[in-house]
């Protein structure tokens, strides 16, 4: 019972205590606008860099699998030898060079979305190539799956990524716009006054001549 009295009487005590620290520190607080601009930028960056690695090891997977001794029909190891060239083709020179022009500048959207439709685009092929070597029980089959998986988490990722660079960037957006509104309106023009000095405009310099009043008690000339 006076453990409970003493617990009590130290949060009442905490309670009604001031507490200046809490708010001389509030304004330290205050997050920086570009902040989660630079840190969306880094992760696309980074998201970048692991499709770049993907794309090395699928070009190096590629080329050791041998589709002519898949247990397959003619047409269909056909077809899978098209898929192959043409995957052997993007990673060896289409998507490098879309992961060059993204790195560049990783702040720009664009760039980077054009690697992931690439990616994406890339991820269908191989899994159909994936799947052919599982049916025809090629020992190409465990390599092309690992590969697919692999390309699977980067495009995951850089997918993550675009989406927190477009949310960074709305929010830039937002926080201009209403420093904008929230700005204060510009001073009134004041009228400035130029004193050419004196008026060049001569005075006259006649002067006037008062008649002077009639005495009392005398008759005006007629």
Do not use: C
Not at 145 to 164: C, F, K, P
């Amino acid at each position: 019972m006076s453990l409970r009295l003493t617990l009590a009487a130290l949060v009442f005590t905490l309670l009604l205590a001031p507490q200046p620290l809490v708010h001389a520190a509030a304004p330290q607080n205050a997050v920086n606008p570009a902040q989660p601009r630079n840190q969306a930028s880094l992760a696309l960056g980074n998201a970048l860099q692991q499709v770049s690695i993907a794309a090395a090891h699928l070009r190096r997977a590629l080329d050791s699998i041998n589709v002519p001794k898949w247990k397959a029909p003619g047409d269909v190891r056909q077809t899978t030898l098209s898929d192959v060239d043409s995957m052997q083709r993007d990673v060896a020179d289409t998507l490098p060079n879309l992961i060059n022009t993204a790195l560049a500048d990783p702040a720009k959207i664009s760039p980077a979305f054009s690697v992931y439709r690439n990616v994406d685009a890339l991820y269908d092929v191989l899994l159909r190539v994936s799947e052919t070597a599982q049916l025809a029980g090629s020992n190409d089959a465990r390599l092309l799956e690992d590969q697919r998986a692999a390309l699977e988490d980067s495009r995951t990722q850089l997918g993550a990524a675009l989406l927190q660079s477009s949310q960074a960037q709305d929010a830039e957006v937002m926080h201009l716009r209403a420093t904008a509104v929230a700005a204060p309106p510009p001073p009134p023009s004041t009228k400035t006054v130029i004193d050419d000095g004196p008026s060049t405009k001569p005075k006259s310099t006649k002067k006037r001549v008062h008649k002077p009043a009639p005495q009392p008690g005398t008759t005006p000339p007629q």
